[in-house]
């Protein structure tokens, strides 16, 4: 079954020449042409395997769909935007995207793009189950089972979105190891992200607000200066 991907663009030429493009690679496409229409389709029909969004949408902006999205849902969101100032690829990072490609850009990339975020897969029928606990006290014992795609916080389940489920599981499985910027780039984004480290810092500091006893001191995730990030379990 070909992957389902939800376009939301107020431009119509635009709309229309990315779901042709993507209809070319074999996607199967639905349209939106503000926020609160896809918002409307993903509530009535279910989220897609993939969003392209752009930023400046009339109405409800592409930023506040973004955390609409991630409220209720993990589903893979890339940010297609004409703005490519650092302010607006760290907002779109911290509301929730997952990639981000500047217009006007290459439509082989893109799907490349699609097709990595879309390996991110949770569950391994075929791996033994296995459970990591993060963070051991009592009164907030904290569960990551990578096969499930599973993270529990004192029994409740802590929402994650695909990128960072997988960074955590890429931290825990090399547990005490200081791990680059670049090697995280390389594992979690497959080729990276058009070479700029600072989605790493994104990405950790929203972790950090969901699985830390205290975000502002965390001492999970830990930032080794001038290295990288290491995970050390909590007792």
């Known amino acids: 079954m070909n992957a389902q991907l939800l376009i939301v663009e107020d431009d119509t030429r635009v709309r229309e020449s990315l779901r042709l493009a993507m209809e070319d690679e074999g996607y199967t496409v639905a349209e939106a042409e503000s926020a609160e229409n896809a918002l409307d389709q993903v509530h009535s029909l279910g989220a897609p395997d993939v969003m392209l969004v752009d930023l400046m949408l009339g109405g409800m902006d592409g930023y506040t769909y973004i955390r609409e999205v991630r409220r209720e849902h993990d589903v893979p969101i890339i940010v297609v935007s004409a703005r490519d100032d650092t302010h607006d690829v760290v ?103 058009f070479g700029d480290e600072r989605i790493v810092d994104v990405h950790v500091r929203r972790l950090r607000t969901k699985i830390e006893r205290d975000p502002a001191d965390p001492q999970l995730i830990v930032t080794v200066r001038g290295l990288g990030y290491r995970l050390d379990v909590q007792s």
């Open 91 to 193: 907002a779109a990072l911290e509301a929730g995207a997952d990639d981000f490609v500047t217009k006007p850009f290459e439509v082989k990339e893109l799907s490349a793009r699609i097709r990595a975020l879309r390996r991110r897969t949770r569950t391994n029928p075929d791996r033994e189950v296995t459970e990591i606990v993060l963070d051991a006290a009592a009164h907030r014992r904290l569960i990551l089972c990578p096969e499930r795609g599973a993270l529990r916080l004192a029994g409740e389940e802590v929402h994650l979105t695909l990128t960072e489920f997988r960074l955590l599981c890429e931290l825990a499985q090399n547990d005490s190891l200081v791990l680059s910027r670049q090697v995280l780039l390389d594992k979690i984004w497959d080729r990276g992200f």
